[in-house]
């Protein structure tokens, strides 16, 4: 059974800079395609970045382009979320999906995920 645990979360000032991480057990991390979601009270969940099974693909929504950096250390089974230059509009739970071992893409698509962590809250404020 695959486990996912995001930390990292807090809050912090506007202009801030946190970082997930999430730790996956269970199966051989470098298998998988691994993805971070956010949502909001009151919203659904909404893609944030992707990660390919090999690291050398990666997609963001264009909202967080060019301030957060997803990344991924096979050897510790764990994918990052460096995230800069934070916005009160960041703020949300913050969840890391894992695809199935078959799709080594980065998605986009919250349905292509099969295993979730719990979340972290993310608070942005002054």
């Known amino acids: 059974q695959v486990q996912l645990v995001e930390s990292g979360g807090g809050l912090v000032q506007p202009g801030g800079s946190l970082r997930l991480s999430c730790a996956v057990s269970g199966r051989s991390f470098r298998y998988a395609a691994m993805g971070w979601f956010r949502q909001a009270p009151g919203k659904e969940r909404d893609f944030v970045a992707a990660i390919s099974r090999s690291g050398l693909d990666t997609a963001y929504v264009d909202t967080v382009k060019g301030r957060f950096t997803i990344s991924r250390d096979n050897a510790k089974n764990t994918v990052y979320l460096q995230m800069n230059s934070l916005k009160p509009e960041d703020t949300a739970v913050y969840y890391c999906?894992?695809?199935?071992?078959?799709?080594?893409?980065?998605?986009?698509?919250?349905?292509?995920?099969?295993?979730w962590g719990q979340g972290t809250q993310v608070t942005v404020s002054s």
């Open positions: 999906g894992a695809r199935g071992a078959s799709y080594y893409r980065a998605s986009t698509d919250a349905g292509d995920y099969s295993y």
